[in-house]
Every structure is written in C-alpha cells, then in structure tokens.
C-alpha cells in the first residue's frame, strides 16, 4: 500500500480528501484514479463479519442504482484484507438479497483510517484481535473536485441511515446547480430557499414563483428535471 504523508490537520468540511493507493475487493485502486469526475461517498467498517456492518453494506448495495443515477460511486473501507471482504461479501449478497459490486478497501493497518481520521477514541477497549483500535462508522461525501462536503460519524452500536445519505447529496447537488438551500427533513420535489446571496430583484428573474415568508427566509417550488449543463449556476 503507497499513502501520502499523514494528513496533519483536521479534515473538515472544504478539506481536500486525501489521495491513497490500497488493495480492494475489486483489486489495487488509485482513489483519485478511481473516482475521476465523480461524486463519491467513502463509508468506514470496524471489522469484517460483524452484524451492524453487514447489514449497512447490503443496504448501500440495494440503494446502489439511485446513487449511480446521481454521478455517485459507492467505496467502503473495512480494517481486513481482500480475502477477508470477498468472503464477507458472499455473506452481504446473500442475507440481503443483492449483489454488491462497489468496492471494499482493505485497510488491515488502519492506514487509510488514519488518513481519513476515522479511529475510535470514544470506546478505548474497541479493539480488535490484535489490541489495535478500530475504525467508527464514518461517512464522507466528496464532489467531483476532492472536496469533502460532509462528514458524519456514527458509534459502533447505530447503524446508518442510507436514505439520509442519498438525501444529502440530492440536496448538496440541488445547491450547487440552483443556488439555493434546503430545508429541514427536504426531499427533492419539495420546495427550497432561496440563498441569501440572491437578492428580491434577481430572485424575480430566477425563481419567479418564489414567495417570501420573512425577509431572510424565502421558498420557491424547483424544477428538478432541468437537466442542461449549461444552466448550472455557479458553486456557492
């Protein structure tokens, strides 16, 4: 495995992901190389054969199909290695029914969870065998450019939400093609706010069905079938 030097600052939402060279369920990968112009969600296991994990991993594989229609590719991460994901991925396809095609990073020494600060300190005896600390259920959504656009970390007793996952970046791409923002619980069809940075005057123009409820809080009705490149509006 070739990493980069450790990543001495904290990663942060606008933090550039860093880059690593690992083996995978699906052979060597260059996660730049791998990625390209996609959107990807990075997803962090503690260890292979285990109950929440399993079941997490065959829910990202049902939900595959909808992220794919997004420009998403799916990437989990699991402290084992390759042998170890294979075997655990039969498992995966058959308790849930699918067919899991995305790969799985082999991280048997924490080095990519190191880079992506994705270590267990809450629990000091989440060890594995080996009496090294595990990885915690991490989440990163990360844009065509590298950057990271969200960061969730969840214990290792509560399984995810792949709904919420979806959820967000629906919402971060409605924002960066209409400048706008999303409301609390907001699914795609559902109204949105016109960002600050819009005034009444051009709001008119862009939004012309928008109505104002206070003078900070603004709602239009979106059409989210405007599929032409070439009236994204510019990154916020």
Partial sequence: M?????????LRLGSKAPDFTSDSSNGPINFYEWAGDSWVVLFSHP?????????ELGAFARLQPEFT????????LSANGTESHNAWIRDINELSNTNLTFP?????????AQLYDMIDFQDAT?????GVQLTIRSVFIIDPKKTIRLILSYPASTGRNTAEVLRVVDSLQTGDKHRVTTPINWTPGEDVI??????NDE???????????????RFTPLDLNDSDPNSRSPKL
Avoid: M, W
């Avoid at 229609?69 to 990437?75: P, S």
């Avoid at 799985?104 to 990519?112: L, N, Y």
């Avoid at 016109?194 to 005034?199: L, Q, W």
């Fill in 126 to 130: 989440n060890l594995d065998d080996k």
């Fill in 69 to 76: 229609k997004r420009g998403v590719k799916l990437i989990g």
């Fill in 2 to 10: 070739s990493i980069p030097a450790p990543n001495n600052g904290t």
């Fill in 203 to 217: 709001a008119q123009t862009i939004f012309p069905k928008f109505r104002i409820v206070k003078p900070y809080l």
């Fill in 194 to 199: 016109v960002h600050p940075s819009v005034s």
């Fill in 104 to 112: 799985i990073i082999a991280d048997p020494e924490r080095k990519v």
């Fill in 47 to 55: 260890d292979d054969f285990t109950p929440v994990c399993t079941t």
